[in-house]
Structures are given as C-alpha cells and as structure tokens.
C-alpha cells in the first residue's frame, strides 16, 4: 500500500494543524493504522494509532491535544493537532501494519509498522 502525507508546515506555539494520509488502496478493515515523529537527534516516536473500530491509542506527550481520525469513504487518515509545543516539531510519517481482529490492540511502536509514507515536515517556532 502507498501512503502519502499532506498538511505540514510551519506554526506558532500554541498553534493548530490537520495532517492529512491518502492511502492507495483500502486498508482501515484490517490494518493499523498510525503517526508517528522522527526530529533531528531523536529516536523515532509514535504520536498516535487508530483501529478500524476507531479505538485509538496516543503518546502521553500528546495526548489532549492531538486526536486521530480516519474516513473510510475518503480512505484518508488524520492527525488534528492542537496546542502545539517545540517539542513536537518533527518529521511526521503515516504508516500501518496488519491487524487481525484477534491480534492485540493497534500500538504506536514503531517497530510493528510495516508500511510508512515519505513523510510531512511540521515546524513549531
């Protein structure tokens, strides 16, 4: 599956944007989906997964602020992301995994991910 992010860009502190992941084909029936960050100097992170069920799991550095989202008709996942700090100035990624509905709840490590898109830049200063 190609994945391809939009919606990056350059905000205040305190700011907002809405990052935006076109899937080219239909994966939320029996996948993982998620964000996840990779800043200069840091180790890649996971932001945020959503379930076709869309139960969604967050990192504690976001949770509050940021919410993830997917329209099945549109095949587009989203990351709304409120209150943006510095730190969260990165690198940001769309990606998935397979997930049958017996395996455990969608996770944001990274590692688990098998599929990953090109990435947006977002920048918080």
């Known amino acids: 599956v190609q994945l391809v992010e939009s919606g990056g860009g350059s905000v205040q502190p305190g700011g907002s944007l809405r990052l935006s992941c076109g899937a080219s084909g239909s994966i939320y029936g029996d996948a993982c989906v998620g964000w996840l960050r990779k800043a200069p100097g840091k180790e890649r992170e996971g932001v945020a997964a959503?379930?076709?069920?869309?139960?969604?799991s967050y990192a504690d550095s976001v949770r509050g602020r940021f919410t993830i989202s997917h329209d099945n008709a549109k095949n587009t996942l989203y990351l709304q992301m409120n209150n943006l700090k510095p730190d969260d100035a990165s690198m940001y990624y769309c990606?998935?995994?397979?997930?049958?509905?017996?395996?455990?709840?969608?996770?944001?490590?990274?590692?688990?991910?098998?599929?990953w898109g090109q990435g947006t830049q977002v920048t918080v200063s």
């Open positions: 959503v379930d076709s069920d869309g139960i969604a």
């Open positions: 990606a998935a995994y397979r997930h049958e509905s017996w395996d455990p709840p969608c996770t944001i490590l990274a590692a688990r991910y098998t599929s």
